[in-house]
């Protein structure tokens, strides 16, 4: 996930902790004398960088083609900070902070270093201002593009005017560097950047100005990255006047995944649902190279859900249904945190998965895969109250539609008692506003009214039960060929109207059902389903020139549907009496203005897996040692904490030493690695016995020289300290799961319970691929 934190800049590579009797870098602060007390793993400067970017920078390369020049007498500064640059035209705001830090870490004194940490910053004014009040603090000896550059900036933090007038100063301080430095792109595209970002508050009142100014900056370098701009600016106005951009985005900074998924958006604003995908897999592959190649799990990447989720329900317009099956099930496989991606979060991963799995297969009428799934990891029970709703529906339809009524008729009981709990709450909710409001002596007409909002609250929630009880009677109605009453609940649960044409065409109602299919064809444009119902009406109509046109826009609107899913294998006959042949599907036609694409291959692996672990061999508190590959064949998890003397490791060793015996039983070894010398490991084990009684169960290790913690990166690159890890690793010896952070990880219940999962779904990656 992208991490924003707050706090005063002090610099990075500071005094570190003498404990662990590690060397002492410069400060990048003038000033910088930090008082003795952060805990260990803290930064001395704060919570603020107890979170954000604390591993060093490298140059990734394809980033884009920026240039912006600094004043620094390092000379590896300029590459660092034309990266960050190119990072921030990407949205790629922690990695943008990351290469900034370094040129910070290489130059303490370049003034432009922090302004690009502040501008890293923009969704986070307190952090921003306090990176820009750096560079001013730097801004001696600096060229005048520098100067106009963070005076620009400070217009828009200046706490003096209010938010537009400080909004119109920055962009007029921009156009002041656009027309001093006529023949540099990035005043131009910041400048267009920062007129699209104000339009909710200053709306822009001319699309293709901007657009002109947009055209300045590509006259001079055609592949710059604000093409991503050029997209954004039209998205929602006319997205085909982005399609050039949308051509150049991703191939301009091929290495930065949301660069890939930009387009995504023009191409489904213009319902072009095959290119949409691609891009929206380019995306993926690219994070998923990322996340690989330096280790990161997939929830510490933001934007990544949201491209899943998207490329699942492009795949499902296309009639991929398998793929989005297979990619949904993906998500909810992979690692979870009780931070992040938990399926009770909503638009976590695991919830995104479970919603668009449940979706897929009721909309292609996979019931009896609905079934075999409700009860496996899935389809369980657990899920944000949205999901559990839709699981109950659904799994009521999926009953009904094979012809089990009584468990249906269970699971209309468990939607009518949410009814039920639900107008329980809204009574208390209704109670506690109005006594709410006599303790405030307030009329009793506001009394009244506050009592009403309470009880409205959970309206939608009862609505949407409603609709699912309607829908599950509905079904059974339909099986029973009560067409009458199918079509009144069905109506009710508010169904597709291409599936409540289907019903009509089985009730008879021809016209109705023909009037149904062509709106629903015509409001979900190019998508398969919607095309298969209306053919199949249009042909059981008798109207087969008709049915013969609206296929052949079927056949182009997808190049791979699955024609074993029930809507598409009654097409089956029609086809081949239309002359389409068994398999009627047409190859993927380049309409030749997407620009030169690599190979998806090339870009990075189709679905993320797990990192291999750091090899390493480390001497024991008893006198042997261990090394990883004593663990080959078997799952273990290693605790990296910060010696005797750190009081939250010794919680954490205590916290697990009694769950030891959990791990044992579910095949999982439990190891600590601490910043320790050998001969102290003991104060470790003699602190967590003051605790409790018997021997204790983790063997510890000690790394005094860090060696490990490094190559686990659990360590902080600036300020040179070591960081509290824990890890999974599996028998493959692949890193499953992880957690590195400045406080040890306490919850081996939750590790416990997430590395049976993980461990159990045939090493995630592999079951997705199934």
């Known amino acids: ?110 003034a432009m270093a922090y302004w690009g940490m502040a501008m890293a910053n923009v969704n986070n004014d307190k952090r921003a201002r306090s990176f820009l009040a750096e560079a001013v603090k730097r801004n001696q000896g600096l060229t005048k593009y520098e100067s106009m ?66 055209d300045q900056v590509f006259a001079i370098e055609p592949m710059h990255p604000a093409q991503h701009y050029r997209i954004h600016l039209w998205d929602g106005e006319k997205a085909e006047r982005a399609l050039t951009a949308a051509a150049r985005c991703g191939q301009s900074s091929p290495g930065i995944a949301h660069m890939w998924h930009m387009p995504g958006h023009t191409y489904s604003k213009l319902y072009r649902y095959e290119d949409a995908a691609w891009q929206q897999e380019a995306s993926s592959r690219v994070d998923h190279a990322d996340m690989v190649r330096d280790g990161v799990m997939p929830y510490q990447i933001h934007n990544y859900f949201h491209n899943q989720e ?32 938990l399926s009770t979060n909503r638009s976590s991963g695991a919830d995104f998965g479970r919603m668009r799995l449940m979706d897929l297969l009721a909309q292609w009428d996979l019931w009896d895969e609905y079934l075999k799934l409700a009860d496996t990891v899935y389809l369980d029970e657990d899920g944000t109250p949205e999901s559990q709703l839709r699981r109950t529906r659904y799994l009521g339809v999926a009953y009904a539609a094979t012809g089990n009524n009584d ?77 009458d009453k199918a079509l009144e609940l069905l109506t009710k649960a508010d169904l597709r109207k291409d599936k409540l044409a289907l019903i009509n065409l089985a009730a008879g109602k021809k016209d109705r059902a023909e009037n149904l299919a062509k709106q629903a064809a ?60 068994d398999d009627w599907r047409l190859p993927y036609k380049d309409p030749g203005d997407v620009g030169t694409r690599p190979s998806l291959d090339s870009l990075g692996p189709f679905r993320w897996h797990p990192s291999p672990a750091a090899d390493w061999q480390l001497p024991t508190a008893d006198g042997g040692s261990i090394g990883l590959r004593d663990f080959r064949g078997k799952p273990v998890v290693i605790l990296f904490y910060l010696g005797h003397g750190c009081v939250h490791c010794t919680e954490q060793l205590s916290r697990f030493a009694p769950k030891v015996k959990d791990f044992e039983q579910a095949g999982i070894s439990v190891v600590a690695v601490s910043t320790d010398r050998l001969e102290d490991l003991s104060k470790s084990v003699n602190a967590v016995k003051s605790e409790g ?78």
């Not at 799961?737 to 406080?743: F, G, I, L, N, S």
């Open 149 to 214: 550059w963070i005076d620009a900036l400070s217009a828009q933090y200046d706490e003096k005017k209010n938010d537009n007038v400080r909004r119109r100063d920055h962009v007029r301080k921009l156009e002041a560097i656009v027309q001093e430095f006529p023949n540099e792109t990035e005043p131009k595209a910041f400048l267009a950047l920062t007129i699209w970002e104000n339009d909710s508050r200053l709306p822009i009142t001319s699309h293709q100005a901007v657009d002109a100014l947009l």
């Open 522 to 581: 015509e409001a979900d444009k190019s998508q398969v389903y919607p095309l298969a119902v209306y053919t199949q009406v249009l042909y059981l109509n008798g109207k087969k020139d008709e049915a013969k046109a609206t296929f052949e826009k079927l056949r182009a609107a997808s190049s791979h549907p699955d024609l074993d899913v029930p809507v598409l294998a009654a097409l089956a006959p029609v086809a081949k009496d239309l002359g389409f042949g």
């Open 1 to 110: 996930m992208r991490l924003r934190i707050d706090g005063l800049l002090a610099g990075f590579l500071l005094l570190t902790c003498a404990a662990h009797a590690l060397p002492a870098p410069e400060s990048l602060a003038d000033d910088a004398n930090p008082a003795p007390g952060p805990l260990p793993g803290h930064s001395y400067h704060g919570e603020a960088f107890d979170e954000g970017p604390r591993r060093a920078a490298y140059l990734m390369g394809n980033t884009g083609k920026v240039h912006f020049p600094i004043t620094s007498k390092a000379p590896q500064a300029q590459a660092f900070f034309d990266q960050g640059v190119g990072q921030l035209h990407g949205f790629w705001y922690l990695e943008a902070e990351r290469s900034f830090r370094q040129v910070a870490a290489l130059d303490r004194d370049c």
């Open 310 to 341: 998207w490329l699942v329900r492009d795949l499902a317009y296309l009639g991929r249904v398998r793929d989005g099956i297979n990619l949904s099930k993906n998500l909810i496989e992979l690692p979870r945190h009780p931070k992040y991606n």
């Open 407 to 483: 468990a249906a008729d269970a699971q209309v009981k468990k939607l009518e008692a949410m009814v039920a709990r639900i107008k329980a709450e809204q009574e208390e909710a209704a109670d506690k506003a109005e006594d709410e409001a006599k303790n405030r002596n307030e009329p009793e007409e506001k009394q009244a009214v506050a009592a009403g909002r309470a009880r409205r609250e959970p309206r939608n929630r009862r609505r949407d039960i409603e609709r699912a009880v309607a829908h599950v009677r509905g079904q059974q109605a339909l099986l029973a060929k009560d067409y």
């Open 693 to 770: 009684n018997g021997p204790f169960p983790i063997r510890l290790m000690s790394d005094a020289k860090l060696d490990v913690f490094k190559k686990y990166a659990a360590y902080d690159d600036f300020e040179k300290l070591p960081l509290h890890g824990t890890f999974l690793v599996d028998e493959r010896g692949q890193i499953r799961w992880q957690d590195v952070a400045a406080e040890p990880f306490n919850d081996p219940a939750f590790l416990l319970a997430e590395a049976k999962r993980l461990l159990a779904q045939g090493q995630g990656e592999r079951a997705a691929a199934q």
